[in-house]
């Protein structure tokens, strides 16, 4: 069965690809609890309604009859101010909801190509050596430095020490090519600000 290897091959490929998108996206276990916690909260609370209804207590707040010909009735006799607050607190849970389950949600990490791993480096790894190597370039402090470092772009702040002038595309040279010797693919686009303000002494 000469085919058996390249099987083999194509089945470890989509394990491996399977694994690289569950550590790259985060879970949604936050959302999911809210959502659980929230309609778990009303749903006890209607049944906590019902049944001092129907041993013949005084109900709490309302019973769901009575919250149900509430709802129906509204506008009318709600509170003008707690109305609109109310209705955008549930317009916001909404929205936070829909995005939760629409966008790919994406943990600040990325996959370094290698053959025969998978090898996943945090954001801050990465910012940490961008940071390195645009101080070395800029011949500055690691004080003066800051990178910050998305899916997308690449953002590095310097602060020049004071009577020294920094060129801002020898920088953005620099940090491009410690992208390409990382293996960073694809390549994030770098931007970098040279703050106007200096550094005294250093």
Known sequence: MPDQPDRQEQNAERERQR??????????????????LVVAAICLYFMFEAAMKSIGQDIWIKSPGQWWDWFAGLPRGADPVLLPLASLLVLLLGLYFL???????RKARRILPNDRAIVLV????IAATLARRARTEANVSPEQVMVVVGHTMVDV??????????????IQKA????LVRNLVDPLPK?????????????
């Open 19 to 36: 694994i690289a998108r569950r550590q790259l996206r985060s879970p949604r276990s936050f959302a999911s609890i809210v959502a659980a």
């Open 99 to 105: 995005l939760q389950g629409v966008l790919p949600g």
């Open 122 to 125: 945090d954001h801050e790894v």
């Open 157 to 170: 702040n310097v602060r020049p020490t004071s009577g020294i002038r920094l060129r801002a595309d020898a």
């Open 175 to 178: 940090v491009e090519d410690e």
């Open 190 to 202: 770098v931007s970098v600000r040279i703050s106007e303000s200096g550094v005294v002494g250093q």
